[in-house]
């Protein structure tokens, strides 16, 4: 059975502000101790140095489920690496409860990622559907709901945000990127930040540049996070 691997490092880091507050001149190289990250105003941040628990973490710091997890070396330090199958056997798990380390309302989600496979790798999309692998999806406590969502699917990276807006329609907000798709290669490391506010819009940041953003006043109520998924769906 085929495997489809993503690997995490560094930080899978979670702010209160946006990434322009978060980052500022710095770049995204900033990011890697945790004493700043903590004076950034970091709610949540694991560096995966031979351990899935959070250095920071204003809510739970250990995993809530982990499963088949390995360490490998990461873009600075270590990563963990997180496997699944094609198939109901043998894939990781690694899943954060978001209570305390998500602020739904506004915030930033930081963190490095690299995978085994081209972003333009067909056989890593399955079922009708044609889904790929889940880099990162965050479980929302409405039913069937996400509040985040980024994963290979069809022709496009699908990364979008749930919600409903205050008018009363329930939407999705976000973007199907399909310029992701030729600039993601097999086993290099990037860098991604999405950032949202709920009466401005979000952004999604790829090595320190926008690759996606919508912007003006906005109405928007964002789902609540329950789960933290890496590398698969919670």
Request: charged share 20%; glycine share 10%; with cysteine.
């Amino acid at each position: 059975m085929r495997r489809i691997s993503i690997r995490a490092t560094l930080a899978v880091a979670v702010f209160a502000g946006v990434a322009g507050d978060v980052f500022g001149a710095g770049g995204v190289d900033a990011a890697e101790n945790a004493e700043l990250l903590r004076e950034r105003g970091a709610l949540f941040y694991v560096p995966f140095e031979g351990t899935p628990d959070a250095a920071i973490a204003l809510g739970r710091s250990a995993p809530s489920a982990q499963k088949a997890l390995s360490y490998v070396p990461g873009r600075v330090g270590q990563a963990v690496s997180v496997t699944n199958r094609l198939g109901k056997h043998g894939s990781s798990m690694l899943v954060y409860e978001a209570l305390g380390n998500i602020y739904n309302r506004r915030g930033t989600i930081a963190f490095w990622v690299q995978s085994p496979w081209d972003g333009t790798d067909r056989d890593i999309l399955t079922g009708s559907a044609y889904t790929g692998p889940a880099i990162l999806s965050i479980a929302a406590e409405e039913l069937n709901r996400y509040f985040l969502w980024f994963c290979r699917r069809k022709s496009f990276f699908d990364m979008r945000f749930d919600g409903r807006r205050r008018s009363g329609e329930t939407e999705r907000f976000g973007t199907f990127c399909t310029r992701l798709v030729p600039l993601w290669e097999a086993n290099e490391w990037q860098h991604f930040a999405f950032t949202w506010d709920d009466r401005w819009g979000c952004a999604v940041y790829r090595n320190g540049e926008i690759l996606f953003e919508t912007r003006g006043e906005i109405e928007w109520d964002m789902t609540t996070p329950a789960n933290i998924g890496l590398g698969h769906s919670p």
